[in-house]
């Protein structure tokens, strides 16, 4: 989990529409009035931009076009109805996860309000699994509120994100080593620091993983005593840095 920037309310979602569209699940729990015609395609896309197209919870990717791409309703709707189509409320979550955490009213990480690296962190025997660190306990009822390490459709994945991520990197650090530096072992070092930026999948974890590892240090060593590293990837360090997770 990341956090996340809420742009502005989607012009459609206007005060007149959200009454009306409250009104309508007051009377009729059964409604999804969040995916009403009026608002369902704008309020999709407006959430999904907000996310980087992914679970606004564990990262999967989602598409627009996707089943799996729901509406949470981050305070639960059957308990706070005048919420039910308020744009503070709502995030873009896969299934799994919107499922998961269902009605639960136990105060969790709010990806928007908080910043979920205060809350949750990483364990360093088991780089993959989300532990909580704070003392309040939100970041451990948020991981197990909505399955967070759910070994076969969280854990494992991130882990197979991780092994690609390390693969490549060592792969690179052995070019480096045994032909010295080219400019197309920084550019794939560029393009792999790429995918450990907020806007892909899983990137807190990878994030994490990749500014903790002995090689990621000694590639950049290299590259700085070559004199090739630039702004650039020092602006992709310091994103990467900022999405990262407390080792714990």
């Not at 992914?54 to 076009?65: D, N, Q, R, T, V």
């Not at 709010?110 to 003392?135: E, H, Q, S, T």
Request: net charge negative; proline share 3%.
């Amino acid at each position: 989990m990341i956090k996340l920037n809420r742009g502005e309310c989607p012009k459609e979602l206007t005060d007149e529409v959200k009454e009306e569209l409250t009104e309508l699940y007051k009377k009729d729990k059964e409604k999804d009035v969040w995916n009403s015609p009026k608002i369902k395609k704008t309020l999709k896309e407006a959430l999904l931009e907000m996310s980087h197209g992914k679970c606004s919870y564990c990262e999967c990717a989602l598409g627009i076009e996707s089943k799996d791409v729901t509406i949470d309703h981050f305070l639960p709707k059957k308990s706070h109805e005048g919420l039910v189509v308020e744009w503070e409320n709502l995030f873009p979550a896969c299934l799994r996860c919107n499922r998961k955490k269902n009605d639960n009213e136990d105060r969790l990480v709010n990806p928007c309000m908080d910043k979920p690296a205060d809350y949750i962190g990483l364990a360093k025997k088991n780089p993959f699994r989300l532990v909580g660190i704070d003392d309040e306990k939100i970041g451990k009822n948020t991981i197990t509120a909505i399955g967070l390490n759910d070994i076969v459709r969280v854990m494992g994945i991130r882990m197979e994100q991780r092994e690609n991520i390390y693969q490549h990197m060592e792969e690179i650090y052995e070019d480096l080593q045994e032909v010295g530096y080219q400019k197309k072992y920084k550019t794939r070092f560029e393009r792999l620091m790429g995918k450990c930026t907020a806007g892909n999948d899983y990137a807190a974890v990878k994030a994490t993983n990749m500014l903790n590892d002995d090689i990621y240090k000694s590639i950049k060593q290299i590259l700085v005593s070559e004199g090739v590293w630039t702004s650039n990837l020092q602006e992709m360090e310091n994103e990467i840095q900022d999405i990262s997770l407390k080792m714990v």
